[in-house]
């Protein structure tokens, strides 16, 4: 198979009509003994990319392998696609990303336009222009069997190089400045993707966040030969979002998630200067619904019918048990509770606040370690939810037997209610002597504030930590006011 790379990443073109296709889609590929080491397993791939991106602008090689990719992962996302049709789909989408990748990583974001470009037009002598790329086809075919493809153990694989190949194609944005007016035409294509789909996207996503299907055996043929190794992760862009370049690989679940994520919250101005396009996949994101039968009989008799729907309670423990260790999870709840009226509506009705609020008052808890952005999210978070005082009123109602990582003194007996007055005075003096954030100071009293009509029966240290709180603001602001006395005092004299 390592003989199919050298054809492949050659001088000579291969029409998308040849039996090369088949017998490279379906072959092995021989890999260093320890594979486990990344120079070696680069150095393989390295050699291959660097022909192909050398010899590509002649045999136009790799845009027959998006074609031949575009046409596999129809068959594989048809009804009734055999095994053979999943694997081959899934491999031509491991060697199209893997090359892509190395092309983003090395190029410059205008010598990516002929790589991309449909060399058809050239032949026929027409002048190449920015909408003459395969870059929507290729993008619309990955985001058409997210969609449309079955997942199951057969499909398991095929879904995890479709979001790695997601991944690869939206990275272009990590190597040019989001100011600079170079073309991205892939980006481009993704996030300004407007097709029927968008919404089965979004619940594809969000199901394979909720269900965290786990992956089946390894199969066999070019995708697993290579994929076992780290090349089945494209480390350059995960690490940078989510972890560390040596953590472990990442599951369906986890790329769903980050694939979310990338597809809803970016919309470069440069590339839609007129403010005029929407993310679609934002706004199905906004209008998912409740799967639940209460929600479906509102909405149909207020003449709704949603198309994207799954169930909110499944969704919510998933956000909350990821919390602690994902921070796409704290985004992905943000968005939720800030767009999506539905899912806020349901997290307030709750009768389990400590659900969600223990794993955001641990984070809080440690402050001084957070990332701003990520303080930020869990403090907006928190306002959110402290507006409703039915949600504050059910937290003052659970009552915690113990809190084991609150090092500070031994909680006995605390009612959740009381635990969120505890962190937030705890954060606000931390950002009094330490951080020094407007920011911060601003929604924590804001939070504190909204709770205190509800305020039940509340720990005395929490009671301590309230009148603390108030003695070190008051000690503050005399000492601002004697401060901006004296500067009076000064200019009169």
């Known amino acids: ?203 594809r996503l969000l199901q394979s966040y909720v269900v965290r299907p786990a992956a089946p055996a390894a199969s066999t043929g070019l995708l697993r030969s290579l994929g076992t190794g780290l090349w089945h992760l494209p480390w350059h862009v995960y690490s940078y979002f989510f972890r560390s370049a040596d953590a472990p690989l990442p599951e369906l679940a986890d790329r769903s998630l980050q694939v979310l994520l990338l597809l809803t919250q970016h919309l470069p101005p440069t590339l839609f200067p007129d403010g005029a396009i929407q993310n679609a996949f934002l706004q199905s994101l906004r209008e998912v619904g409740d799967a639940s039968a209460e929600s479906s009989d509102a909405d149909a008799e207020q003449g709704q019918c949603r198309t994207a729907q799954l169930s909110f309670r499944k969704l919510h423990d998933a956000i909350a048990a990821s919390l602690l260790e994902q921070e796409g999870a704290m985004v992905l709840l943000y968005l939720l509770l800030h767009g999506n009226k539905e899912f806020l509506d349901h997290t307030l009705s709750r009768a389990d606040p400590d659900t969600l609020l223990l794993p955001i008052l641990r984070t809080l808890y440690q402050t001084a370690s957070l990332r701003p952005n990520r303080l930020y999210m869990l403090l907006i978070v928190v306002l959110m939810l402290s507006q409703d005082e039915g949600f504050v009123a059910a937290a003052h109602a659970v009552v915690l037997p113990s809190v084991p990582w609150y090092k500070e003194r031994i909680l006995h007996d605390i009612t959740l209610g009381s635990l969120v007055v505890v962190v937030l005075a705890r954060a606000v003096q931390f950002n009094l002597t330490s951080l020094h954030d407007s920011y911060v100071h601003t929604n924590c009293l804001a939070a504190l504030a909204n709770m205190s009509p509800s305020f039940r029966k509340l720990h005395p240290h929490a009671a301590r930590c309230i009148v603390s709180l108030y003695d070190l603001l008051s000690r503050k602001l005399l000492k601002l006011s004697a401060a901006q006395a004296e500067m009076d005092g000064g200019r009169e004299t």
């Not at 594989?76 to 983003?104: E, I, N, P, Y």
């Not at 990955?142 to 790695?164: F, P, Q, R």
């Not at 990275?171 to 007016?181: I, M, R």
């Open 1 to 203: 198979a390592n003989e199919l790379l050298r054809t492949l990443t050659g001088k000579d073109h291969i029409d998308t009509n040849d039996v090369f296709w088949g017998h490279l889609c379906g072959s092995s590929i021989a890999l260093p003994a320890d594979r486990s080491r990344p120079d070696e397993l680069s150095s393989l791939s390295q050699s291959f990319c660097v022909r192909m991106v050398r010899y590509n602008r002649t045999s136009h090689n790799f845009q027959g392998l998006l074609r031949v990719m575009i046409s596999k992962l129809a068959s594989a996302r048809a009804s009734g696609a055999t095994s053979d049709q999943v694997q081959q789909a899934s491999g031509c989408v491991f060697l199209m990303r893997t090359f892509l990748k190395h092309m983003l990583e090395t190029l410059e974001p205008e010598d990516m336009f002929p790589h991309l470009v449909d060399e058809r037009c050239e032949k026929a002598g027409e002048p190449s222009q920015a909408e003459d790329t395969l870059a929507e086809a290729l993008v619309e075919s990955l985001l058409l069997t997210l969609a449309d493809c079955k997942l199951d153990a057969s499909t398991h694989w095929l879904h995890l190089e479709v979001l790695s190949a997601l991944t690869v194609c939206l990275s272009g944005q990590l190597f040019c400045e989001l100011s600079s007016p170079a073309p991205l035409p892939l980006v481009a294509a993704a996030i300004g993707y407007s097709g029927p789909k968008a919404d089965r996207v979004v619940l």
